[in-house]
């Protein structure tokens, strides 16, 4: 079976760095794109960018590129979103999710399959 | 950028009713690469169909998804009390994978 298992909630002061994680089981990690999105309360949801463990090679939404760093360590079968400064407004549901589909030409063009069930990220001084 | 955008916002329907979700793209979406899905309060969301009208495995055939180009729909043939919930379309034809806003279902 297919899973992603996310790390537990964080509850973080604005300034701080943050890592959290979601490792994958059931399935050859670096075969398939991971990506993120991202859920503020009661919004929907937010595209963040996506990585192909194999290589590490990583796509990030315009939105997101420079605010946060997407990254895996294949070793553990895991992977990460990281801020350096967290701000109020990253306060937000964080889920990562499998990707399935095709890369033609350079592009991955990967729907998601399975879904961790996210990591509630609170910021607040 | 392709811009996804969902209609209704919200559908007020009764069990057994008909669910009609359009999802409308500012720009046509490459070789029908769209996808559904649904969220449920309190959950991740769950891959319904994906490729414009494939469906996920274990998704009931009470779920179907049509449409090209521009125009996408997800039709819920007859309501059961589960599928009360939001559901979003996302493209991934291009390089920038966004969901639309959402729709709805709320029961009547």
């Known amino acids: 079976e297919v899973q992603l298992v996310q790390s537990g909630a964080e509850v973080k002061k604005p300034g701080e760095s943050l890592k959290i994680s979601c490792k994958s089981s059931?399935?050859?990690?670096?075969?398939?794109?991971i990506g993120w999105v991202r859920q503020k309360p009661g919004k929907g949801l937010e595209w963040m960018g996506i990585?192909?463990?194999?290589?590490?090679?990583?796509r990030y939404s315009p939105s997101f590129q420079g605010q946060v760093t997407i990254s895996v360590d294949k070793s553990i079968s895991t992977a990460y979103l990281q801020w350096s400064s967290l701000k109020a407004s990253d306060t937000a549901m964080y889920y990562c999710?499998?990707?399935?589909?095709?890369?033609?030409?350079?592009?991955?063009?990967?729907?998601?399959?399975?879904w961790g069930k996210g990591t509630t990220v609170t910021v607040s001084s | 950028e392709i811009v996804l955008t969902q209609s209704p916002g919200t559908l007020s329907l009764s069990p057994g009713e008909r669910a009609t979700l359009s999802c409308r793209a500012s720009q046509s979406v490459s070789s029908s690469y769209l996808a559904w899905y649904q969220q449920k309060p309190g959950q991740a969301p769950r891959l319904l169909i994906y490729?414009?009208?494939s469906r996920a495995t274990g998704i009931p055939d009470r779920f179907s998804g049509s449409g090209s180009g521009t125009d996408f729909t997800l039709t819920i043939s007859r309501l059961e009390p589960e599928d009360f919930a939001v559901y979003y379309c996302?493209?991934?034809?291009?390089?920038?994978?966004?969901f639309g806003g959402g729709t709805k279902v709320e029961i009547k």
């Open positions: 996302q493209q991934y034809g291009s390089s920038l994978l966004n």
């Open positions: 490729d414009a009208s």
């Open positions: 059931g399935y050859r990690f670096t075969s398939n794109w």
């Open positions: 999710a499998r990707q399935w589909g095709t890369f033609i030409r350079g592009l991955p063009l990967v729907y998601m399959d399975v």
């Open positions: 990585i192909f463990p194999g290589d590490s090679d990583t």
